[in-house]
């Protein structure tokens, strides 16, 4: 599970790492959105490169928004993502 959270950050092939060079990728959007609802919400001791691969990316997203263009599809998995991580971190 962290290899494919990692992966999402490569510069070639991974939705937040093309997406940071520009190029916003709606299937590998979706693909992420699934990877992250694999996941099970966190409670005890957790993994902090879990938390690393997976904390920053929505804000990540948010900030690329306007450089894809505004694109509404982009939009909706934003706010998917948002709701995955929330569900897996809980919310204060």
Not at 63 to 72: D, I, K, M, S, T
């Amino acid at each position: 599970m962290l290899e494919l959270l990692d992966e999402a950050w490569d510069d070639e092939v991974g939705f937040l790492g093309k997406l940071r060079a520009g190029e916003f990728d709606p299937v590998a959007g979706e693909a992420y959105v699934a990877l992250l609802s694999r996941i099970p919400p966190v409670g005890g001791t957790v993994d902090s490169r879990l938390v690393q691969l997976i904390w920053f990316a929505p804000m990540f997203i948010e900030w690329q928004l306007e450089r894809a263009g505004g694109c509404a599809e982009l939009s909706r998995i934003s706010t998917r993502v948002q709701e995955a991580v929330a569900a897996i971190l809980g919310m204060p």
